[in-house]
Structure formats: C-alpha cells, structure tokens
C-alpha cells in the first residue's frame, strides 16, 4: 500500500508526502477528488515500526486536576501536552502520529480555529495525521471540553 498512495495522489494540487524515520516509512496522501486538508492528511499508509495507541487525553494535570476550568483553547493545550508526555513514554513524537480523534463538547464549527491554532502548535500545519473531529454532547467528567486520542508508529 505505500507507494501507490503517491498513485493516488496524481495531479491537481493533490499532494504525496513521504517521511521516513529508520526504518518506518509514513506516507501522506490528498487523493485528487477530496477536497485539500488543512493540518491533517487524508490518507496515511505505515510500513515498519511498532503501533502504539494513546489513550484519550483530557485536561488533567499530573495531579488530577482539571486545568482551564471552561476554556477551550486552555484545555485544548493542556490535552497536547499530555499527549506529548504520552508519545515520550513510548519513545515517539508528534512527528509519528498517524492519526488523531478528537471530541469536543458542545462542538461549534467557529471553535475550528482556536482548535487548529492550539493542534498547529504542537504538530505544524502541513501533512500532518489523518483526523476524525467530533462534536459530542458530554465526556467522561464534567467541566471536560476536549478529549484527544492518538494513534503512533514508531521504530
């Protein structure tokens, strides 16, 4: 499968990005015939490596506190940290997310940049992971605006 996402990206402003880090090897593609993403990729295709799987972050500190009591951009950075810290205990990084799910309480489509602003940040804005956005009605705790789970290959 990577190789031919480059297939099919073709022509038309439809991008293929490759990223090698040892020996994995990340494919980003923007087939033609999807709209062009901003800070996330369509399609990612892996080969190599160990998969991990981070857990849902929310805004907790590393005392179970809840950070930015009401305030999405607040919260929002607090759960990439955490993932940060999540990715580091198992020896990867942002640069290795390959896809990102996230849920928002109460999801308006005018929070869409604060949430690109605070995700720019940690991950840049170009072929970044392939994304999932969901606006829910409720998390696990109240007082939680944002829950962020993460899928990593890594060497």
Do not use: C, W
């Not at 857990?55 to 305030?71: F, H, T, Y």
């Not at 990102?100 to 309480?105: D, E, G, I």
Request: charged share 20%; proline share 3%; glycine share 12%.
């Amino acid at each position: 499968m990577v190789g031919a996402l480059a297939a099919l990206a073709g022509t038309g402003g439809a991008s293929a990005q490759r990223a090698r880090k040892s020996g994995v090897v990340k494919e980003r593609a923007n087939p033609r015939g999807l709209a062009q993403p901003r800070g996330y990729s369509h399609v990612v295709a892996v080969r190599g490596g160990k998969t991990v799987f981070i857990s849902g972050q929310v805004a907790l500190d590393e005392k179970g506190e809840l950070v930015g009591k009401g305030d999405l951009k607040a919260q929002a950075q607090r759960v990439f940290e955490n993932l940060r810290v999540a990715l580091q205990a198992a020896g990867a990084d942002f640069d290795d997310v390959v896809k990102l799910n996230t849920y928002v309480v109460n999801y308006r489509p005018a929070m869409l940049d604060t949430l690109r602003s605070v995700r720019s940040s940690f991950i840049g804005e170009v072929a970044g992971p392939a994304s999932t956005l969901v606006g829910v009605q409720s998390l696990a705790r109240e007082g939680f605006l944002i829950e962020i789970e993460a899928v990593a290959v890594v060497d």
